[in-house]
């Protein structure tokens, strides 16, 4: 493949005079990837009913979302990828700063002994963090420019690049903290974090990635499960209406929750291939941090009180809930509401006096839809087919892509396609404006009322242990079954069927049963799948 | 003092029935910094001719805007200070963006490996850099809820926590290029970086900070100089237009460039202490990089090129120069443009009924304001009297303050206080609005105007060293002056004086002279200070 790639580069761009093409064909050939790129626009995405995860791959790298790195579990965030990441951060800043919080940046370091602080936290972050050890690297003296670590600047105390930033941040509301008029602290941060996963994939398991994470200090228990409780439910509110993904609000299980949590609510996506995904989660701390760190408030009443505590995070795993529950075997298909480029024109026309009809006739629309806030892309590279133009901006899930030629100048028309249903109508330029606002609209209504119907149709109610294999392994999907409420039964279900309780639903009926493994007494159904 | 202060804590705030105040108030007093903060608010500032460092220091904190943590060299961005910053960041991000370039993200690690590939950014980095050497910690055997590192754990390749991108990214970038078709690639990245610096200050110095950095890649070497000159030139613009912080666009010495760059670009500020501060620096990188990690790309005519690189970056040490500039021994002074409050407003009443009667005579006004995106904030907190608002709004450089009390309820008027000049006037409610936007960009300019005064008083042409010696000491800022061109020469002045070249002015004049240090030839005059 290689080869041919290489030469069909080389009959392309030919060697210039004086060059020696033999050099230039074998400096070509060992220029490892060199044509991968030229490939992968030509050559179509493996089908989700292939292989569903080699698709997924596939589609991140060629949709120029995002790429592994030289860095083991880290990767690189490309241009497109990292557009799309920058318009989920700004809705949702913008949905924190409406609840009433703030900004803020802490260390990204974390010193040993404020990790090892809360103990729960500490264990249960230890076995995957990054730690510095030393502060100085020093010329090699065996090998001539190369750099080691110089053992005269070893830490006094190791830091660990954080994983969370419960530790750092209660050693620092410590101090913020004196009575209850300093009540309540609601802050955000917007930074990296670090877990040595073993197994990473991009976006959805990464060494290093992006994230928000809320941390508060309440006066009262009250008011920071409510906290939680809430932030729970704007991250729902998020993913529902802006990524266009159905999810289920629930709590997690004793052996699910966040290493340090008193309780955890999380919400729940479910992938077209059955598996699902925890898209956010929002804790409730109790008094574990105030009590790690000795932080106290003063009552009105005079009394000293230890503070309560509720943290959240979504990350730019989000990317991968989005790009797995809309997309086909073309590419992405992005929701309106996320998509750096909502509309795009394509020209078809032959010669530059055509082209500069099509453009006078485009010029009000684009203005228009400036005016209306739709971002709109004209595309008249002339280095590129329309058909490939075409395939491309499939690939990247554009919502709308207008095509005009010689015939849509004559009738006044444009041709319109939806990325969405993949569907293509005439359309007239006497409405094609509100034509537009209003498909937009329809997409976004659209991917959403499919997902959830998908979803829906793949929550099922099983009764034995029998069943639950059975449609775990034919069907997927979330699997609602009595459990009776024990760590043992949950560990066990796991280590058999790889099923884990994704949650108990918020909206969990009362409904005696039985639990499908053990046999013994549950007062209502939870949630099981296989996840990622 | 600690003592005092917890007495009228203990005062204002007794023991709750049944609390043993002996206990309550140890309590209270071991609560370290327990009344700093209602302290802070009471005490004045130490006064920028007492001890600027120090008013400095102070400020910092008391206006809200960081604190140091607990790590060694790490700050805390605090609310308002990351609110500044946040409005600095997005118009930043708005002029990269108009000058056609894209947001990613790379990761935080660069191998030890890629680190070493350009020799002279690894030599000049090495010696701050923070060492990841293990990815696991472990509970220690010896001490009972004690963590330590995994010595199972290390990794065969130590990973350097970024003091800058260029490694990681050109190493991305060799598989991102291969011909002129993929040029010019024009990427900016907001990111944490991290350099082990020794003697830190908050925002000027720290050990991990907050910054963006353009990476982009060229076909020509025009190309790449022109790009590094542009940012150059979006920095000043930022810089004196949001800021109101005047600059010198110059370039460095070699001795002062980026390391691995053939050619540094930097906008140099002077703040109000005679020192000089380096706002921004572009670099034109050569071929260093593309030759370090073997980056070459197809021309048109099929020849294999290096590609040419620029770098270039600004970082939350503006906020230092931001601060420095204006302020004054009340507090912060913000330019409008930047200030997360433009205008405050504070009622001044006895009684809910007046209260109630302010609110219904500002509301519309409000709504006025609020239309006109001028962020307004209405502080009827009743726990603090208008005098104590008045001093926290002076701290924090709230650019307008206006009072409304029942005189001017009566007389359709308000008070309005300017934070630049300290000045107030009455103003009546008909042309208020006006008056308001009119006001701010009033203050924009007078601050820019004022600091520019400043700073233009404060270049001095010198001609001996004696002369240079003297002005340095006595009246401090740019010091013009004729040097030979070496970096022997400049090695020297800055050993014997501590002032450095902050930079060739880009606008130098021809003019012959001797250097005033050797007496050798100089074809023009450079700019030394003493600098932050």
């Given at each position: 493949m290689l080869i041919i790639s290489t030469f069909v580069y080389f009959v392309k761009f030919p060697p210039a005079k004086g060059v020696h093409f033999q050099n230039y064909f074998v400096l070509l050939h060992t220029k490892y990837n060199f044509c991968a790129k030229d490939f992968s626009m030509s050559k179509n995405l493996t089908s989700r009913a292939e292989d569903y995860s080699k698709w997924y791959n596939e589609l991140v790298v060629k949709a120029g979302l995002a790429e592994s790195s030289g860095v083991r579990g880290c990767m690189v965030i490309k241009p497109y990828g990292y557009a799309i990441w920058e318009r989920m951060r700004d809705i949702l800043d913008k949905m924190f700063k409406d609840t009433g919080h703030q900004n803020a940046y802490f260390p990204i370091f974390v010193p040993k002994s404020y990790f090892e602080a809360e103990e729960k936290n500490a264990e249960g972050f230890a076995k995957e963090c990054a730690v510095v050890t030393h502060y100085r690297l020093k010329a090699d003296p065996n090998q001539k420019g190369k750099l080691m670590v110089?053992?005269?600047?070893?830490?006094e105390e190791e830091l660990i690049?954080?994983?969370?930033?419960e530790a750092i941040i209660w050693n620092t509301y410590k101090t913020w903290?004196?009575?209850?008029?300093?009540?309540p602290i609601l802050i955000n941060q917007w930074a990296n974090v670090v877990r040595w996963e073993m197994r990473t994939r991009l976006f959805l398991r990464t060494a290093e990635f992006l994230w928000q994470e809320g941390h508060t200090a309440h006066a009262t228990q009250a008011e920071a499960v409510e906290e939680a409780q809430k932030m729970n439910e704007v991250y729902a509110t998020f993913v529902e209406q802006y990524m266009g993904v159905p999810v289920v609000r629930g709590r997690k299980t004793e052996t699910e929750r966040f290493a340090g949590a008193d309780d955890t609510y999380c919400i729940e996506a479910l992938m077209q291939d059955g598996k699902a995904l925890q898209a956010g989660t929002s804790h409730f701390l109790g008094q574990n941090f105030a009590k790690a760190f000795d932080v106290k408030y003063a009552t009105k009443e005079g009394a000293l009180e230890y503070v309560w505590a509720s943290s959240w995070g979504v990350s730019t795993r989000l990317m991968g809930a989005l790009i797995m529950s809309h997309s086909d075997d073309n590419g992405l298909v992005l929701p309106p509401l996320l998509a750096p480029i909502q509309v795009v024109i394509v020209p078809i026309y032959k010669g530059e006096e055509q082209l500069q009809a099509i453009r006078e006739r485009i010029s009000p629309l684009m203005q228009a839809l400036k005016e209306r806030n739709i971002a709109v892309k004209f595309d008249?590279?002339?280095?590129?087919k329309p058909g490939f133009k075409f395939h491309e901006y499939e690939l990247k899930g554009i919502p709308v892509r207008l095509a005009v030629g010689q015939r849509d100048l004559e009738n006044n028309t444009y041709e319109v396609a939806r990325r969405d249903t993949l569907t293509k109508e005439s359309v007239s330029g006497d409405n094609i404006i509100t034509h537009i606002e209003q498909l937009l609209k329809d997409i976004q209504t659209n991917i959403y009322q499919k997902a959830l119907a998908y979803r829906d149709s793949h929550i099922t109610e099983v009764n034995s242990y029998e069943e639950f294999k059975e449609v775990l392994e034919n069907k997927g999907g979330f699997l609602s079954a009595h459990w009776d409420g024990t760590p043992e039964t949950e560990a066990k279900i796991k280590e058999e069927t790889?099923?884990?309780?994704r949650c108990i639903p918020l909206d969990q009926k009362e409904e005696a049963g039985t639990c499908i493994y053990s046999g013994k007494p549950s007062k209502g159904r939870v949630l099981f799948a296989k996840a990622y």
């Amino acid at each position: 493949m290689l080869i041919i790639s290489t030469f069909v580069y080389f009959v392309k761009f030919p060697p210039a005079k004086g060059v020696h093409f033999q050099n230039y064909f074998v400096l070509l050939h060992t220029k490892y990837n060199f044509c991968a790129k030229d490939f992968s626009m030509s050559k179509n995405l493996t089908s989700r009913a292939e292989d569903y995860s080699k698709w997924y791959n596939e589609l991140v790298v060629k949709a120029g979302l995002a790429e592994s790195s030289g860095v083991r579990g880290c990767m690189v965030i490309k241009p497109y990828g990292y557009a799309i990441w920058e318009r989920m951060r700004d809705i949702l800043d913008k949905m924190f700063k409406d609840t009433g919080h703030q900004n803020a940046y802490f260390p990204i370091f974390v010193p040993k002994s404020y990790f090892e602080a809360e103990e729960k936290n500490a264990e249960g972050f230890a076995k995957e963090c990054a730690v510095v050890t030393h502060y100085r690297l020093k010329a090699d003296p065996n090998q001539k420019g190369k750099l080691m670590v110089d053992p005269q600047a070893k830490l006094e105390e190791e830091l660990i690049v954080r994983p969370t930033s419960e530790a750092i941040i209660w050693n620092t509301y410590k101090t913020w903290i004196q009575s209850y008029r300093d009540l309540p602290i609601l802050i955000n941060q917007w930074a990296n974090v670090v877990r040595w996963e073993m197994r990473t994939r991009l976006f959805l398991r990464t060494a290093e990635f992006l994230w928000q994470e809320g941390h508060t200090a309440h006066a009262t228990q009250a008011e920071a499960v409510e906290e939680a409780q809430k932030m729970n439910e704007v991250y729902a509110t998020f993913v529902e209406q802006y990524m266009g993904v159905p999810v289920v609000r629930g709590r997690k299980t004793e052996t699910e929750r966040f290493a340090g949590a008193d309780d955890t609510y999380c919400i729940e996506a479910l992938m077209q291939d059955g598996k699902a995904l925890q898209a956010g989660t929002s804790h409730f701390l109790g008094q574990n941090f105030a009590k790690a760190f000795d932080v106290k408030y003063a009552t009105k009443e005079g009394a000293l009180e230890y503070v309560w505590a509720s943290s959240w995070g979504v990350s730019t795993r989000l990317m991968g809930a989005l790009i797995m529950s809309h997309s086909d075997d073309n590419g992405l298909v992005l929701p309106p509401l996320l998509a750096p480029i909502q509309v795009v024109i394509v020209p078809i026309y032959k010669g530059e006096e055509q082209l500069q009809a099509i453009r006078e006739r485009i010029s009000p629309l684009m203005q228009a839809l400036k005016e209306r806030n739709i971002a709109v892309k004209f595309d008249d590279d002339d280095t590129q087919k329309p058909g490939f133009k075409f395939h491309e901006y499939e690939l990247k899930g554009i919502p709308v892509r207008l095509a005009v030629g010689q015939r849509d100048l004559e009738n006044n028309t444009y041709e319109v396609a939806r990325r969405d249903t993949l569907t293509k109508e005439s359309v007239s330029g006497d409405n094609i404006i509100t034509h537009i606002e209003q498909l937009l609209k329809d997409i976004q209504t659209n991917i959403y009322q499919k997902a959830l119907a998908y979803r829906d149709s793949h929550i099922t109610e099983v009764n034995s242990y029998e069943e639950f294999k059975e449609v775990l392994e034919n069907k997927g999907g979330f699997l609602s079954a009595h459990w009776d409420g024990t760590p043992e039964t949950e560990a066990k279900i796991k280590e058999e069927t790889q099923a884990t309780i994704r949650c108990i639903p918020l909206d969990q009926k009362e409904e005696a049963g039985t639990c499908i493994y053990s046999g013994k007494p549950s007062k209502g159904r939870v949630l099981f799948a296989k996840a990622y």
